[in-house]
């Protein structure tokens, strides 16, 4: 019987040997959580095992190396390249099978853009490479300056080597129970580079023509066919654009897809992008909701094999449509699922508004594994590799908790707090929930957050938690409660220099704010955001600083951003920073379709501001001492530093209070968040504070606080 509501994102799917209950795919993801010789291990089964539960059709293990001492794609990826690993993969294939879900290993040498090795790393060709935004990027020791690195075309005994490795690898993964295996021939690793007419400048059999490059592939799956049998099936992921000059196009991608249909795949999976243009292969917030289907439509019109289409698919209706019309076989979520393994589930028994949307913001996932190589996390759920949050205590005993702040961080805190049996009450000192999520409300694609904010909101309602809006309580009302968790957030500094109270001196969040009236953000209570003249100052190096000189820009108006730092924003994620740098330059991110800057965004670094006139002319000083002015209709001040903290006098009299997210250093989202989702799980063991005051925090990714 059908759903009726999602008639096509419930109903079967042949592939190859096999039947797939549903049309959702869990697209691979390297979740970076392996042990360090790459053999799987209680973490990498119960992410995979949640998303099984979660009622995915197909789930597609991230890149595992046919060779971990030639390539790892993340330090901690799978491993498929020795027999030893066979029962660890075994038990995951297992721990999936039990939910229904039907799992592929994707099998992936990283090559040029290993993680580790760092050097002595094989390609398609010689080349000298800069790609930051990928997870093999040159190295960058404190005391060196960033530089492209070496890389060096294979002999041809290494990649017949390499072939073998890769059959072997595909060998394991069925003799462990896998049901298929995909090959990664996406996003610039290895089977890419051979495939790419970008990076493949071979002049042997191997490169060149468009059959010589895909020479590579074929063999390997030749070689995977005579080692697995015809019944075993074989799918490979590449991108349908790879978004560079002299890179793959789509009528290319056509081509392959045909010819990978005449030599026996049974499945494609159309992705997008190679590193030169991270925005494409990782998508940060920017992008569209199914920006990339239209390569998938293009491809499905040529090819009878199944294809499956990702990138930026959130919503269960919107996947419905596109399947519906044609344009995939199934929809493929990576990043939605590491923010809600149970997405399929919601959707089929019609709660989609209980789904935790994924924002797109990279930070937990990209920036945490594969950029500062640690296990993977997530912004918004502490859930992943973090097993505390899968089943959760109940409390010893029921405590009267306050929770001073509506923010991200605060919410999450009362949220988990509830769920484990305490009495929460909530207090915001505005008239909305969210925090500084409300102010990415007028930034286009960056309004993803509102999703995160909404669904904290209901489960905020769900769970009863006593909320009380516009109110501020200080030290007295504070000590009623048993515990206290502070979640009020950062302030902007304001700096002590001549002229910063002058009118035409605003902060970011006059910028920022919602000015739609409908809006469910729009707070009445608050001022409206503020107005601009022709040319603006921002003054800081924080995402107010990045967002109102993306939202000025868009709207026209000439910034200029000054920070002290050597490089703006070094803490931001590196697939949205060449993005935004892209936008800040008038053009745009690789595939965005969003309204660009009008002007380009000027930035001067190493510097401060000194003094600002009435007139609008603000002096500057570099760090060489030199003076220089520029004229202006308004300065923003864009830095922020930790808020007041309303319980500092229970603090100091012993009392359990503790301080999360930027009220207690000013960081991030994941952050906040992460802090948030501590406080409520220890808020009974005593143990909530450590030495220096603080909660026990498992936080990897520390952003400088902001001098004031
Ligand atoms: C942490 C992380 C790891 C990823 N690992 C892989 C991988 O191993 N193989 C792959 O083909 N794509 C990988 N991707 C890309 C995703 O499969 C997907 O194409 C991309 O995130 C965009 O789709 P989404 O919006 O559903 O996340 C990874 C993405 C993330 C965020």
């Keep these: 019987?059908?759903?009726?509501?999602?008639?096509?994102?419930?109903?079967?799917?042949?592939?190859?040997?096999?039947?797939?209950?549903?049309?959702?795919?869990?697209?691979?993801?390297?979740?970076?959580?392996?042990?360090?010789?790459?053999?799987?291990?209680?973490?990498?089964?119960?992410?995979?095992?949640?998303?099984?539960?979660?009622?995915?059709?197909?789930?597609?293990?991230?890149?595992?190396?046919?060779?971990?001492?030639?390539?790892?794609?993340?330090?901690?990826?799978?491993?498929?390249?020795?027999?030893?690993?066979?029962?660890?993969?075994?038990?995951?294939?297992?721990?999936?099978?039990?939910?229904?879900?039907?799992?592929?290993?994707?099998?992936?040498?990283?090559?040029?853009?290993?993680?580790?090795?760092r050097k002595d790393l094989m390609s398609a060709t010689d080349q000298m490479v800069h790609i930051p935004g990928s997870a093999g990027h040159e190295i960058v020791y404190a005391e060196q300056l960033a530089q492209g690195k070496a890389i060096r075309a294979m002999s041809v005994e290494e990649i017949y080597d390499l072939v073998e490795k890769f059959a072997e690898g595909a060998w394991r993964c069925q003799q462990a129970g896998f049901d298929c295996v995909e090959l990664h021939g996406a996003h610039g690793y290895l089977i890419a580079q051979f495939m790419s007419p970008f990076v493949n400048k071979r002049n042997d059999r191997f490169g060149g023509s468009f059959m010589n490059r895909m020479h590579f592939p074929l063999e390997i799956i030749a070689r995977i066919r005579h080692k697995c049998g015809p019944d075993f099936p074989i799918g490979i992921r590449y991108s349908g654009v790879e978004w560079v000059p002299g890179g793959r196009?789509?009528?290319?991608?056509?081509?392959?897809?045909?010819?990978?249909?005449?030599?026996?795949?049974?499945?494609?999976?159309?992705?997008?992008?190679?590193?030169?243009?991270?925005?494409?292969?990782?998508?940060?917030?920017?992008?569209?909701?199914?920006?990339?289907?239209?390569?998938?439509?293009?491809?499905?019109?040529?090819?009878?094999?199944?294809?499956?289409?990702?990138?930026?698919?959130?919503?269960?209706?919107?996947?419905?449509?596109?399947?519906?019309?044609?344009k995939t076989d199934m929809v493929g979520l990576s990043r939605q699922m590491i923010a809600d393994p149970y997405w399929a589930n919601k959707?089929?028994?019609?709660?989609?508004?209980?789904?935790?949307?994924?924002?797109?913001?990279?930070?937990?996932?990209?920036?945490?594994?594969?950029?500062?190589?640690?296990?993977?996390?997530?912004?918004?759920?502490?859930?992943v590799g973090d097993e505390r949050f899968l089943h959760l205590p109940p409390a010893a005993e029921a405590k009267n908790v306050a929770v001073v702040g509506g923010g991200p961080g605060g919410m999450e805190a009362a949220r988990i707090a509830t769920l484990r049996g305490h009495h929460v009450t909530l207090f915001e000192k505005t008239g909305e929930l969210g925090g500084a999520i409300l102010l990415c409300c007028p930034l286009s694609g960056k309004n993803k957050m509102r999703w995160y904010a909404d669904w904290l909101r209901l489960q905020i309602a769900k769970l009863g938690v006593e909320v009380r809006m516009n109110a501020t309580p200080g030290a007295d009302e504070l000590s009623q409660f048993d515990a206290v968790v502070v979640a009020t957030g950062g302030r902007v500094a304001r700096p002590d220099v001549p002229g910063a109270d002058l009118p035409l001196v605003k902060t970011f969040e006059d910028v920022?704010?919602?000015?739609?009236?409908?809006?469910?953000?729009?707070?009445?209570?608050?001022?409206?955001?503020?107005?601009?003249?022709?040319?603006?100052?921002?003054?800081?190096?924080?995402?107010?600083?990045?967002?109102?000189?993306?939202?000025?820009?868009?709207?026209?108006?000439?910034?200029?951003?000054?920070?002290?730092?050597?490089?703006?924003?070094?803490?931001?994620?590196?697939?949205?920073?060449?993005?935004m740098l892209k936008r800040f330059a008038c053009s745009n991110g690789e595939g965005v379709q969003g309204r660009t800057c009008q002007q380009p965004v000027t930035v001067i670094t190493n510097t401060t501001v000194v003094e600002i006139a009435a007139d609008g002319q603000v002096t500057l000083m570099d760090n060489h001492f030199q003076k220089s002015t520029v004229t202006v209709t308004d300065v923003v001040l864009a830095n922020v530093v930790p808020g007041a903290n309303p319980a500092q006098e229970l603090l100091a009299a012993g009392k359990p209070v503790t301080l999360i997210g930027d009220a207690r250093t000013v960081r991030n989202l994941r952050a906040a968040v992460t802090e948030g989702a501590n406080a409520g799980l220890t808020l009974d063991d005593g143990l909530q504070l450590n030495a220096n005051r603080a909660i026990i925090s498992n936080l990897p990714t520390e952003v400088a606080p902001n001098a004031e």
């Design 347 to 383: 959707a089929f028994e019609r709660r989609p508004q209980e789904i935790r949307k994924c924002i797109s913001c990279l930070v937990g996932c990209w920036q945490e594994s594969l950029m500062i190589k640690r296990h993977m996390r997530c912004a918004i759920n502490p859930a």
């Design 512 to 579: 920022l704010r919602c000015r739609m009236e409908s809006c469910e953000f729009h707070d009445p209570g608050k001022r409206p955001p503020a107005d601009f003249g022709e040319s603006v100052l921002i003054w800081g190096d924080h995402f107010g600083a990045a967002d109102a000189a993306e939202k000025l820009a868009v709207d026209g108006h000439k910034v200029t951003i000054v920070t002290e730092c050597a490089d703006f924003a070094t803490w931001m994620e590196p697939c949205h920073k060449d993005v």
């Design 1 to 117: 019987m059908s759903h009726p509501d999602y008639p096509h994102l419930f109903a079967p799917l042949s592939i190859g040997s096999f039947e797939v209950p549903n049309r959702v795919c869990h697209v691979p993801t390297d979740i970076s959580s392996a042990n360090s010789d790459g053999s799987v291990n209680q973490r990498v089964i119960n992410y995979h095992e949640q998303i099984a539960k979660g009622g995915c059709g197909l789930i597609i293990v991230g890149a595992s190396t046919p060779d971990r001492h030639t390539g790892r794609p993340t330090v901690t990826c799978i491993s498929v390249d020795e027999d030893p690993h066979i029962p660890g993969l075994a038990e995951l294939a297992e721990a999936m099978h039990r939910h229904g879900a039907r799992c592929a290993v994707q099998i992936q040498h990283p090559g040029r853009q290993a993680a580790w090795p």
């Design 249 to 326: 196009e789509l009528d290319e991608t056509v081509e392959a897809a045909i010819l990978f249909e005449q030599q026996g795949v049974d499945f494609l999976d159309i992705s997008a992008g190679i590193f030169e243009a991270p925005g494409a292969v990782m998508d940060p917030m920017y992008y569209q909701q199914g920006w990339n289907t239209y390569t998938s439509d293009e491809v499905k019109k040529n090819v009878a094999i199944p294809v499956i289409t990702s990138h930026t698919l959130r919503d269960p209706e919107y996947c419905e449509r596109i399947l519906a019309e044609g």
